[in-house]
């Protein structure tokens, strides 16, 4: 018996590989992306003295250690907007790989405005480890 091949059959064939290249091309990139870490910045940004007001701006700035003298860059900030006044403000935030893989230590320093006015901030420079569980917890006083 002899088999006659059909433009079906072809397109048939043709969408098998297509499907297995697709599927191996999807376990590549999950076995990339488990090789990738992904760290958070996690913790509560405090204050001691009152209450951080509701419908404020908090700005966290993620900053490299630099020697004496030298001029500090903000490698990354992210803004929190707050809905109702509290002492603490809880955060989990992802850090950029790339940033996580920098030769000098990385600090965290927080701003609090409402209505553009600075109303708080941190006094001082808390530096990052890159332990998974670790919270921070960052400190801000009146200005």
Do not use: W
């Not at 002899?2 to 433009?7: D, E, L, P, R």
């Not at 908090?58 to 250690?65: E, G, H, Y």
């Not at 992210?78 to 006044?85: A, N, P, Q, R």
């Not at 950029?96 to 600090?107: A, K, T």
């Amino acid at each position: 018996m002899k088999y006659v091949y059909t433009a079906t059959h072809f397109y048939v064939r043709y969408l098998i590989v297509l499907v297995a290249l697709i599927l191996s091309g999807c376990t590549h990139l999950t076995e990339l992306s488990k090789d990738q870490k992904t760290y958070y910045i996690q913790g509560n940004i405090q204050s001691l003295h009152g209450k951080i007001p509701e419908n404020t701006t908090i700005t966290l700035s993620v900053t490299q250690n630099k020697m004496a003298g030298e001029k500090e860059y903000a490698f990354r900030e992210y803004i929190i907007l707050t809905k109702t006044e509290s002492r603490k403000i809880p955060f989990l935030l992802p850090l950029q790989n790339e940033l996580s893989s920098l030769p000098n230590q990385l600090s965290v320093s927080v701003r609090v405005e409402k209505e553009g006015k600075l109303i708080m901030m941190s006094d001082k420079l808390t530096p990052l480890t890159y332990q998974p569980d670790e919270k921070l917890t960052l400190i801000v006083n009146e200005s």
